[in-house]
């Protein structure tokens, strides 16, 4: 077949394949994925082994099981840069993007676990229904602008909203979060990303519109004990906890709970 | 018949939940007709959320001699004269406002000292001109659209796949697809349907699109009749990742050379000088020190008489000029160049693009801020689609709109950065108010059940076969075909193999069997997206066949230069009893007022040299 005198980004390909060929080879080794097949009805670890390349991540090696072993492996991805939040998971029992967990920083030699997020019900193999994080979002009271406010604000007042504003709706905080996962408190609890979203609307330097009665009758917020688990697995490293969550409580707080003993009971009571 | 599906009724059915779908929802339903929004992906991934650089728009918050006839005027000349100049100026009279109103709804763009929306350099614009946050800029609006869309009560149907429009006596009445996570037939009846299904990334290997960018529209409105134009030009962004092998081809944001990035090749050398277009060579700075001081006025935020940076050429140009260093064996250890913004502070180039410092940290070892990045050119976007009008996004069959990337005209041979996430909102909204427009003095239509039916049994053929390929097989050699002979340079010779090499993929994709259930099955989706990829494939190949010239995004090894009578003149392909008709069509001719723009005004300004 004729390497095609058009072929500019087959050329540069072929460049980059014959030089990542030359390479050292020690890195380049098999791993064996454990991945998780099934459905509502049940399911178990399937066992797959992949050929290692250099840079590899866990979405890769699904996809290549998908191309050569199992076509109809059930998995979400689109962007495969950690910018969409599609390809969630539980790797080797930790909640991540599978298009950021790097085969190299697995233990060497032994066995990837891939499994769906427990928090929601498996529809099949990788692929959970988030759908319940979108009937939580279209009940949060939206922006509303403040009538006669100007349109005009120093960056230093929107840096703190704009961390929010990086979330990708990965849910790997809802997943992650107790609240959700162990007491499947689904219906009184909106969870990390939501906290999240209010907060960004709530500190945005426009918006009229008052929350703190949704963050304490619908959204829960009371039932989050600040384990912090939410920030550790946030792969846009949004600091929840500290600069979502807590803010908010505390202004549900000042609204509802004065006096400050109150407060304290509040953030540090029984739960803590 | 139909009733042994599920059916739901709108008055306007929108594809796609991008930019350009979520924005003409969003006017379709504040018009008061019931909107059905429908998505492959869930709602808040399609590919918008990737667009990292900015927005076009001519607010002229830092550069004040910025308007909206420059803008115009940049459009037209990045496409080569073969934008649509009506759409051009509908674009650039408009995304301004657009700009705004997604201010409005609570996008939080980034900000000028004197708290106005921020605006950053990009390749073409002569003005800073992309409203933008970060590197997140399309984030920031999909996220704005959808929280938009969501409390207005527009009714998404997520992971849901569109396999064919229905048509009742030549007028659109729906269309028939399947949820991706049952595997179950769905119909809807609709008065008006607006394609904005994005791109065609998928019929090549080396992509920034992600698995949805499979030509749906494109090729489904090519099935239901509707003329497509433009489609030899495909852009090649010059700055994919190159490395690791599982990212090549991952978008690196024009915004790394908009906020200063440097070209290099193995030697060392600033390769781009030698690259630049001599009829627009005066608008670029003169050594490396006038780039120099463009920078350093760009990040005090001053006015300067500096021009800009050669690397913020067009994305045409900048492709080839990376390619023709590694064909040539200047290029870095993994074949592409270098990018380097490490010179500047980190902290800077932390808070302009952080997610370009994460990106290349995490899945290529790569501090950014200590060392260059290596990137070449990557599938990114197509120029061409649906032939609308301009005014109204309207489709050449009745009752068929579309908008953004799926739409042809407003980019001509080639787009300008920044100009699409702006195309999506102009053109969305006018899509979305004209669909409903129509859809409310136009009677019910009624699609057939024989052709409900049809559809159903085609789509589950390939579960019935006794034998046959796996459909990642043939996607893959489909990707080799359109990366080796109709990549950014063409000839006759491979254009010709090419088509030779579709119609044996035809028959292979007609032949593939899959495995397992209905249920989320990517073998079965594929197998399907399959025939949309190679519909558009060949619409490609044909169209740069037929376009012996080097024109925009459209390079021929066997034409060089540019031929002025192509330069009037669109290729247009359409279904015909024979297969795929491609012929040339008229372009439409610029009235005399807007062509004065170009005649009235000196060479273009280079930034800061204004009055």
Redesign the interface.
């Known amino acids: ?17 014959a ?2 060929r030359a390479e050292p080879t020690t890195h380049k080794r098999e791993a064996v994925l454990r991945v998780y097949r099934g ?1 509502k009805d049940g399911g178990k670890e399937v066992e797959y082994r992949v050929p290692v ?5 866990v ?2 090696a699904i996809h290549w099981i ?3 072993q199992a ?16 390809c969630s998971a539980e790797v080797n029992g930790k909640p991540a993007l599978m298009c ?1 967990s ?1 085969m190299d920083h697995m233990p060497a030699g032994e066995p990837i676990s891939v499994r769906p997020m427990k928090t929601f019900p498996i ?3 990788l ?1 959970t ?3 319940w994080n ?1 009937a939580v ?2 009940r949060i009271p ?2 509303k ?1 403040r009538e006669g406010a100007e ?5 230093s007042d ?1 840096e703190r ?2 961390e929010f ?5 990965c849910f790997l905080c809802q997943d992650v979060c107790h609240v959700l996962r162990a007491h499947e408190l689904k219906t009184q609890f909106a969870g990390p990303r939501f906290f999240v979203r209010i907060a960004g ?1 709530e500190m ?1 330097p426009i ?1 009229g519109e008052d929350r703190t009665g949704f963050l304490k009758d619908h959204g829960g917020i009371g039932l989050c004990n600040i384990t912090k688990c939410c920030t550790e697995v946030c792969p846009e490293n949004i600091t929840i906890t500290d600069n979502a969550i807590i803010p908010l409580k505390e202004r549900v707080v000042d609204r509802f709970y004065d006096p400050m003993l109150g407060v304290l009971r509040k953030l540090f009571g029984r739960r803590a | 018949m139909s009733d042994k599906y599920e059916v739901h009724e709108h008055d306007v059915l929108v594809i796609g939940a991008g930019g350009a779908g979520l924005r003409a929802a969003i006017e379709a339903s504040a018009a008061g007709v019931s909107v059905g929004l429908v998505c492959k ?7 918008t ?2 667009a990292e650089g900015g927005i076009a728009a001519a607010l002229a918050h830092v550069d004040p001699q910025d308007g909206w006839q420059t803008h115009f005027k940049d459009t037209m000349k990045g496409g080569s004269f073969l934008n649509h100049w009506r759409m051009a100026q509908i674009h650039a009279q408009e995304a301004p406002d657009r700009v ?1 109103e997604l ?4 996008a ?1 763009f ?2 000028t000292p ?3 929306i ?1 605006q950053r350099a990009f390749g073409g614009h002569t003005w800073k001109r992309l409203a933008h ?2 590197d ?1 800029t399309g ?2 609006m999909i ?1 704005t659209l959808q ?2 869309g ?2 207005q009560g527009l009714e ?1 149907y ?1 992971e849901c796949t569109i396999t064919r429009l229905l048509v009742d006596g030549g007028r659109i009445a729906g269309a028939v697809g399947y949820w991706r ?1 049952s595997g179950r037939f769905v119909v809807f009846r609709a008065k008006a349907v607006v394609i904005a299904t994005g791109g065609v990334g998928k019929a ?3 992509t920034s699109n ?3 960018y499979t030509g749906d529209g494109q090729a489904l409105a090519y099935e239901a009749g509707a003329e497509l134009i433009d489609m030899e030009f495909v852009q ?1 962004h010059p700055t994919g990742m ?7 081809g ?2 690196v944001t024009e915004g790394v050379r908009g906020e200063g990035g440097i070209l290099r090749n193995s030697a060392g050398e600033r390769f781009m000088w030698k690259y630049l277009p001599e009829a627009r060579r005066h608008e670029y700075a003169e050594n490396e020190q006038e780039a120099r001081e463009w920078l350093d006025a760009s990040v005090a935020n001053r006015q300067t008489q500096a021009r800009r940076p050669p690397e913020l050429s067009t994305r045409d140009n900048v492709s080839r000029a990376i ?1 023709t260093e ?2 040539e064996g200047r ?1 870095t ?4 160049a270098f990018l380097d913004i490490s010179y500047l502070p980190a902290e800077r180039v932390m808070k302009k693009l952080p ?1 370009m410092y ?2 290349f940290l ?4 790569v501090d950014i801020t200590k060392q260059p990045m290596e990137v ?4 990114h976007y197509i120029m061409g689609g649906l032939r609308v009008d301009p005014d109204t996004a309207a489709a050449t069959v009745p009752g068929l709109y579309a908008a953004g990337e799926a739409a042809a005209g407003l980019h001509g041979a080639n787009r300008l950065g920044g100009n699409s996430l702006s195309d999506l909102v102009v053109f969305g909204r006018r899509a979305g108010a004209a669909a409903a427009a129509y859809a409310k003095s136009a009677a019910a239509p009624r699609a057939s059940d024989a052709e409900i039916e049809a559809e159903a049994r085609a789509m589950l053929e390939p579960f019935e076969r006794a034998s046959g390929e ?4 043939v996607h ?1 050699a489909l990707e ?1 075909c359109m ?9 006759e ?3 010709t ?1 090419a088509l030779e090499e579709l119609e044996k993929l035809k028959a292979r994709a007609a032949n593939v069997k ?4 209905r ?6 989706h ?1 197998a399907r997206d399959l025939a949309n990829l190679l519909t558009v494939s060949e619409a490609i190949t044909r169209s740069a066949l037929l376009r012996k010239e080097s024109r925009g995004a459209h390079s021929r ?1 066997d034409h060089t230069a540019m031929d002025p009578a192509l330069g009037n003149v669109n290729f247009r392909a359409k279904k015909s009893m024979t297969g795929m008709n491609v012929e040339p069509t008229p372009l439409p001719t610029m009235p005399a007022e807007l062509k004065a723009l170009f005649d009235a005004a000196p060479a273009p300004q280079p930034a800061g040299k204004a009055s």
């Open positions: 077949m004729s390497a095609g005198a058009g072929a500019v980004i087959g050329a540069v390909v072929a460049g980059a394949a030089r990542a459905d390349e250099p840079g590899m991540v979405l890769d998908q191309a050569h076509p109809d492996l059930a998995v979400r991805w689109n962007c495969k840069a950690a910018k969409c939040g599609s950021k790097r529809v099949r193999d692929v229904d988030v759908s979108y979002n279209k939206p922006f602008p349109w005009k604000w120093q960056q929107i909203v704009q504003r990086k979330c990708i709706e609307l945005h918006d | 992906s869930l709602l808040g991934k399609a590919h959320v990737m705004r201010e409005q709804w609570g939080l980034d900000r004197d708290g106005r921020l946050v970060g997140r984030l920031e996220r929280d938009r969501v409390h998404v997520m996570e090549y290997k080396v992600s698995w949805e090649f190159v490395w690791p092998p599982g990212v090549m991952l978008l390619y590694v064909k290029g250890p993994h074949g592409g997610s994460h990106q995490e899945l290529a070892d070449g050119p990557t599938t796996n459909p990642f097989t893959q080799d990366d080796r002979l109709v990549g950014i340079y063409r000839v010779r491979d254009l193999h899959v495995e397992g259930t249920m989320f099955n990517p073998g079965w594929l090894l």
